[in-house]
């Protein structure tokens, strides 16, 4: 609404005029254009408007947000201010074909900003027509990229690494679809791993991979789907060439393409299996010769080192039979251990093979290899492929002792094999060399006892002889003679001091002979050993040893039945060693003896606290002591009893002495005997 006054000529006032003019279409317009202003305003985007020629003329605030021009300094400038060195050539050619009336959207680009920083561009440029259809500008929306190119980048370089590392690591990896358990992608250590291209391996499932049963592939598939991740543990691979692979297998669940997918890491333990089993294999074998080394080196009965041996060779080798010959007295080869089917090794017994390759091993005195085809025996036991056999002879000091017959596959005489079955043989054969000397020494030292024990005998029985003579003879003419001499005097009294005086000193010469007469039996063989038995004969023994001053603790409890005989005479033996030892060697003067007795044995103990000294230096001592102990060993060992020695200088010594009785005694003590006769 237009309101206008008119005035007469002389200025009065005269009517109005009024003049209404719809502007409701305007102000759609207007209100449409300020709504497409605060959008253009209010936009992150850079909304520009130039001509055809490049010129910019309009400049929003989105435009100053991402280039840092203000819209007074764009404004009337050429669009190319915004492009960057490299890319001068790229504005002409884009309004060449805005002219030609294409629009261009979400073309990616790059600009330069106002402090020279270097952005990523979308742009969607669209042409401007006037109201005859002609191209008169273009308006240019712009959108900031940098970010969302970088985070792409970022996220292309991380693939790029993933799928390198993926391809690189040693591990095989592989997609599997959860459904149809078809592959789906796998890396090159898995299509290498299998020997599958990834063409082939696109048309494979994972039960065309898998070597183990159904139900356990199901089982599997059952438990990853429950725990989505989860370590199998070892499994089995077949490759494209149908050979086996060892795996321990991890499968779990990922994301592929919107889904989920099983992805499954296996790791491939073919070759430690192979070295574990090498390994293994290995350390058997160095076991099983350690323990026969300890074995054979620690028994010395024939029977046993065989036995042994065959089993020891049965433990590291693929042995199916082995036979050990040895000789006879006679000189013949003989079966001495075997080790095998019975009918097989009758069978290889008579192959004629086996006796020729036996003749050349004895006769070089080297191994020899051989077969056993099967025709060359009955029944077919050899198989159909027969047997490998080598002949291994047992050689100690250039002396064949045996001989070896092993038969298995062939791997029998592989060099490692050969040379495991030749230690053992070596071992063996040293094993039976000292078992033999073993028992010619056993022997030796049985003849060389029993010769000690005779030679003991012989000279207890004369001490025996001589103290009875000295006894029943000189003894009983010195008593004799001293009785006469004292009736003489008591009927011939002396007449004179003198002669009285000479009759005393011959009486007492004629008891002292009496007396030593007696000690004299009393060390060759004391009678109260044979009448009372030995607590008898040591307590007397010990009596003489309080008689010289000394403490001595005698404990006895060998019950009322007599010991045998030579048990009896070797125990007292030791026990006067020892005293004899102790009068001149300890200087303290107490002594312990014990002698007691159960039902398996008798024991003697003889402790003294005297100067004591080292038993690895009793060899050093005189001829007499070293007899003396070496005799006290004798004894005991013919007796088959056990001889301890302990002493330390300063503490004194102690003897202890176990003799084993027999369960069934016999020995000279019965009742009504009589030692003397």
């Known amino acids: 609404l237009t309101v206008s006054l008119v005035r007469e000529s002389s200025g009065e006032p005269r009517y109005f005029i009024s003049v209404i003019e719809d502007i409701t279409a305007r102000r759609r317009v207007e209100e449409e254009r300020s709504r497409l202003v605060t959008i253009v305003e209010s936009t992150d985007d850079a909304i520009i408007s130039k001509t055809i020629e490049g010129t910019i003329t309009s400049w929003n605030r989105g435009a100053q947000r991402i280039y840092g021009y203000s819209a007074e300094e764009a404004i009337g400038k050429p669009i190319s201010m915004l492009a960057p060195p490299d890319r001068r050539n790229e504005i002409p050619r884009i309004l060449k074909r805005l002219r030609h009336g294409e629009a261009i959207n979400h073309y990616e680009t790059a600009r330069i900003t106002k402090d020279g920083r270097r952005l990523d561009i979308s742009l969607t440029i669209s042409p401007i027509r006037d109201s005859s259809g002609d191209i008169t500008g273009a308006s240019t929306i712009a959108r900031n990229i940098t970010e969302r190119k ?12 993933y799928r390198t590392v993926i391809e690189q690591v040693a591990e095989n990896i592989v997609l599997i679809d959860r459904e149809t358990k078809r592959i789906l992608q796998a890396n090159t250590a898995f299509r290498r791993s299998l020997g599958y291209t990834a063409e082939e391996l696109g048309q494979l499932t994972l039960y065309d991979f898998v070597a183990y049963a159904q139900e356990d592939v199901d089982r599997d598939v059952q438990l990853i789907q429950s725990q989505k991740q989860c370590f199998l543990g070892e499994r089995i691979y077949r490759r494209k060439d149908g050979s086996l692979r060892n795996v321990e297998v991890s499968v779990g669940v990922v994301p592929y393409q919107g889904r989920e997918v099983q992805c499954i890491v296996a790791h491939d333990v073919t070759d430690r299996r192979l070295v574990e089993e090498d390994l293994r294999r290995s350390l058997n074998v160095l076991l099983a010769l350690y323990e026969a080394g300890r074995v054979l080196g620690s028994t010395l009965e024939f029977d046993e080192i065989g036995t042994r041996l065959l089993e020891i060779m049965q433990g590291v080798t693929d042995l199916t039979a082995a036979v050990i010959r040895t000789r006879d007295e006679e000189g013949r080869w003989r079966v001495w251990q075997a080790l095998g089917p019975e009918p097989l090794l009758e069978r290889v017994e008579l192959s004629s093979a086996a006796s020729s390759a036996r003749r050349t091993a004895l006769e070089n005195e080297e191994p020899v290899c051989f077969r056993l085809q099967p025709g060359e025996t009955e029944g077919g036991e050899l198989g159909e492929e027969g047997f490998v056999a080598l002949c291994l002879p047992f050689q100690v000091r250039e002396r064949v002792s045996g001989i070896l017959e092993a038969y298995g596959a062939e791997n029998l005489v592989q060099d490692e094999t050969r040379e495991i079955l030749g230690s053992l043989t070596s071992q063996a054969a040293a094993a039976l060399e000292n078992a033999r000397l073993y028992q010619d020494l056993a022997e030796h030292e049985h003849q060389l006892q029993e010769l000690v024990g005779q030679l003991l005998g012989a000279q207890e029985e004369e001490r025996r002889r001589v103290a009875y003579e000295v006894h029943d003879g000189l003894a009983q003419m010195a008593a004799s003679a001293h009785q006469r001499l004292q009736a003489y005097i008591r009927r011939h009294p002396p007449s004179s001091q003198k002669s009285e005086e000479d009759l005393d000193r011959i009486i007492n010469l004629v008891q002292q002979t009496v007396q030593e007469a007696r000690r004299i039996i009393g060390d060759l063989r004391p009678t109260t050993l044979d009448d009372f038995g030995l607590g008898a004969a040591v307590n007397k023994e010990i009596e003489h040893l309080r008689d010289e001053g000394w403490v001595v603790y005698y404990v006895q409890n060998l019950g009322d039945e007599r010991l045998p005989v030579a048990t009896e005479t070797a125990l007292f033996r030791i026990v006067q060693e020892a005293l004899t030892n102790v009068r001149k060697h300890s200087e303290i003067g107490q002594l ?11 024991r003697l103990r003889v402790r003294d606290w005297g100067q004591g000294f080292e038993p690895a230096n009793l060899s050093t001592g005189g001829p007499g002591e070293r007899v003396g102990i070496s005799g006290m060993r004798e004894r005991v060992a013919i007796l088959g009893g056990e001889f301890k020695l302990w002493s330390r200088p300063g503490e004194g ?17 019965s009742e009504g005997s009589d030692v003397r006769q």
């Open 592 to 602: 312990h003896v014990e002698l007691s007795r159960d039902e398996g044995s008798a």
């Open 150 to 161: 970088r985070a792409e980048e970022a996220l292309r370089q991380s693939e790029l690494l």
């Open 653 to 669: 010594t102690l003897i202890s002495v176990d003799v084993p009785l027999p369960t069934t005694e016999t020995n000279d003590h």
